[in-house]
């Protein structure tokens, strides 16, 4: 299955086969990244990954997809000189990070997308997840995001092997 992302108006719908659906993307719109820190959420098709969740906010999402808990002390590095770039962390963690135990509701639910990882290129842009959009939709920091029912809703529809297409 091909998850499709695209803009929409003044905003961004993604579609799973059931009808497109409003989402969030990032303040600096699709396009080509340009490096960490950008705001772009990145033009192309990538792997859907894994699922991550809150434990202590929702329990674990129905899909065929690997499922992980998030621990308080998880983080993922957005550091472009460190080893672990664009990696999972656990904190405290000395080079430049990303909590994910998060006290908004952003990270309740997180699909970690295939985006600069294999190869990791120091600098490409790091962190680009499917999450829990804010209730306005507000942009995100390059990740795409939908309502947490519609979030669910997809997951059970995904495998190993799915793809994200973000699209212009």
């Known amino acids: 299955m091909e998850l499709v992302v695209k803009k929409s108006g003044n905003g961004a719908?993604?579609?799973w086969g059931a009808g497109e659906r409003r989402c969030a993307i990032g303040r600096g719109g699709i396009g080509v990244k340009g490096g960490e820190g950008d705001g772009i959420t990145p033009i192309g098709i990538f792997p859907i990954r894994r699922v991550l969740?809150?434990?202590?906010?929702?329990?674990?999402?129905?899909?065929?997809?690997?499922?992980s808990p998030i621990a308080e002390d998880d983080g993922?590095?957005?550091a472009p000189?460190?080893?672990?770039?664009?990696?999972?962390?656990?904190?405290?963690?000395?080079?430049?990070h990303e909590r994910m135990w998060r006290e908004d509701h952003l990270y309740d639910v997180v699909v970690i997308l295939g985006f600069n990882d294999d190869p990791v290129i120091a600098g490409k842009g790091s962190a680009i997840f499917l999450h829990v959009a804010r209730a306005?939709?507000?942009?995100?920091?390059?990740c795409v995001a939908?309502?947490?029912?519609?979030?669910?809703?997809?997951?059970?529809?995904?495998?190993?092997?799915?793809?994200?297409?973000?699209?212009?």
């Open 13 to 15: 719908t993604l579609d």
């Open 53 to 67: 969740y809150r434990p202590d906010r929702v329990s674990p999402p129905q899909t065929k997809l690997p499922v």
């Open 76 to 78: 993922w590095c957005d």
């Open 81 to 96: 000189n460190d080893a672990n770039y664009n990696k999972p962390v656990k904190l405290p963690y000395a080079a430049s």
């Open 136 to 142: 306005d939709y507000g942009p995100t920091e390059g």
């Open 146 to 168: 939908l309502s947490l029912p519609d979030l669910l809703a997809v997951l059970e529809t995904l495998s190993p092997g799915d793809t994200i297409h973000i699209d212009q």
